[in-house]
């Protein structure tokens, strides 16, 4: 729904809603406008990440394929179908990866979709809450994906580096380590300012 649509349909249902509450009509718009304001931003950076997103897995999964049949025609030329089926798991791994990265994108997106649910209040709590459940988890999917994720990267895409194991064990640590938190960094910027926005706006209503 547009935003100049939900903000009439919320116009409309404001009286039944509000008509026991001490918010002057004056306020009340005031809170609705910055309300689908901060709902249109969030919804719009999301389509932007998911549009991203679905762009960079296609063309990882295009290096992919590439990358399987060369190793495919490799492997059958010097006999070595172990090094195919290793090659088979950091694979699978890596498309688990990419249909978490297109799960999370298109779900994020409907998350901040503008509806026309009847109670402006329940409506704005149910957003709130459904969006803190799912970066939960996200990140705790992806606190056990990076390290599998990063290792088959490592071992499919590097193969002409060869660490011990322990040091590429560190570095899928490390590499986990520094996209969880520059993620958390990037939606506590992005998203969560504006979700203690809307949390301000839902008390408001709340009274």
């Known amino acids: 729904m547009e935003l100049d649509e939900f ?6 249902i ?19 406008m910055n309300i689908t ?12 990440w998911r549009k991203l997103g679905t762009t960079t897995i296609r063309i990882l999964i295009g290096l992919l394929a590439a990358l399987f049949l060369i ?6 030329y010097l006999h070595r179908l172990t090094d195919l089926l290793e090659a ?20 994020q997106e409907q998350i901040f979709t503008i ?23 996200v990140n705790t999917i992806c606190l056990f994906l990076y390290p599998a994720y990063y290792y088959a990267v490592i ?5 002409y580096w060869h660490p011990s194991q322990q040091t590429v064990f560190i570095t899928c640590a490390i590499a986990t380590a520094v996209s969880l938190i520059a993620g958390h960094w990037y939606y506590k910027v992005k998203f969560f300012k504006k979700l203690k926005s809307l949390e301000a706006n839902l008390n408001l209503l709340e009274g």
């Open 88 to 107: 088979v798991v950091y694979l699978v791994i890596l498309i688990l990866y990419c249909i978490v990265t297109v799960w999370a994108g298109k779900r």
């Open 115 to 137: 509806n026309n649910g009847g109670n402006v209040k329940e409506t704005l709590k149910q957003t709130i809450t459904t969006f803190k459940r799912f970066y939960l988890k």
């Open 7 to 12: 903000k009439a349909h919320w116009n409309i």
């Open 14 to 32: 404001q009286d039944k809603e509000f008509q026991q509450q001490k918010i002057s009509p004056e306020e009340l718009k005031q809170i609705i």
């Open 37 to 48: 304001d901060t709902l249109s931003q969030m919804h719009q950076k999301s389509v932007y």
């Open 71 to 76: 190793i495919l025609i490799k492997s059958i």
């Open 155 to 159: 071992k499919l895409l590097i193969p």
